[in-house]
């Protein structure tokens, strides 16, 4: 765990002048490990699945 922390964590958040907002940390380190898991394709599949099943439901409406 203690790995993962040092090589998924700083290279994201202390790129050299960037700021980021408390709220949007989070989201970000997610993003990250999503990523370092190897389930960065299969996180934005279903995304946008969702995202159709939405677009879907509003045009329904």
Same mark, same amino acid.
């Given at each position: 765990?203690?790995?993962?922390?040092?090589?998924?964590?700083?290279? +994201?958040?202390?790129?050299?002048? !960037?700021?980021?907002?408390?709220?949007?940390?989070?989201?970000?380190? @997610? %993003? $990250?490990?999503?990523?370092?898991?190897? +389930?960065?394709?299969?996180?934005? !599949?279903?995304?946008?699945?969702?995202?159709?099943?939405?677009?879907? @439901? %509003? $045009?329904?409406?």
């Amino acid at each position: 765990m203690e790995s993962c922390h040092a090589s998924i964590v700083p290279p +994201r958040l202390k790129i050299r002048g !960037a700021f980021w907002h408390p709220d949007n940390v989070d989201i970000i380190l @997610a %993003l $990250r490990v999503l990523k370092a898991n190897g +389930r960065w394709t299969a996180y934005w !599949a279903d995304q946008r699945r969702r995202w159709r099943r939405r677009a879907e @439901a %509003l $045009r329904a409406a």
